[in-house]
């Protein structure tokens, strides 16, 4: 099995380089750009192993795996825009690179290819980018409006990780089940397994949010906390807080690395202030 696996994993890497080329050359630059610094390609992955569950990689399989990590793409271009995120993937984001614009510009035009390719393995296929594409925006637009008086903070935060990151990778495990034709049994056990993983995958970045030194995804410290993106890690240490005296202490300390974070004047790096608020 892990043959096929790996043989697939190379049809679709294949795939993928044909599918960011364009003939304006700008925008062959700026698609091509992120997809060559690198990607664990893990949705991808997903996609195949599903597929195990029946004929196996198929064609359709193959392609609905390059759909959804060029959607994976195209969320990365404009997630940067929205965190002003100077790194991506080891290199410069492609906003550093070309602007805003351009680099919003060459979201959209990633998400065009990815539905185009979705199309081509019909209606069934175009429905399911569809509602994930509206997931996966909800959940950034919740995430970036923040919990609303009356709600909970947990479940709010929970709801904005199922969306905003487990509705593509349950879209992956989702496609492989449905385009290797396997048995309809497993769809919703997958759905249910890639939004889990989805959520974890995301806790764990959060966890890293708050960790003194950078990881060794690349994710800067403190990304979250300086754009008041309130995460799990941080309403545990407030409900922590409020009974123990270690953790007030600790949520002071990084508190006043928000302070630090957010003062124009002094320049100080940020990354300096999460580490020492942290140490
Ligand atoms: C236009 C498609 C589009 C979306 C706009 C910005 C946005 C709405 C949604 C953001 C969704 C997002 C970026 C969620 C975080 C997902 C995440 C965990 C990214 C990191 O995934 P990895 O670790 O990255 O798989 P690599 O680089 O390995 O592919």
Redesign the pocket.
Known sequence: MARAIDAGLDRVEAGLAEQVRFADPIADASTRYLLEA??????PMLTLLAAQLGDGVTDEVVTAAEAIEI??L???Y??DV?DEAERR?GVPSAQTVWGNSVAILT??LL?ARASQLMADLGERAIRMQADT?ER??L??LHETVGAQPGDDAIAHYLQVLAD??GSLIAAAAHSGVVFSNADPAYRQPMVDFGERVGVA??LV?DVIDLSPKPAE?GKVPGTDLRAGVVTLPLLRLREHARSDAASANLLARIERGILAFADPVTGESVDTNTAAALA
């Open positions: 690198g990607g664990k390609r893990v949705r959607t994976h195209a969320s990365l404009h997630d929205m993937r979201g959209d998400f594409f996966l925006v959940g950034q905003k990151t995958f995301q970045d995804t």
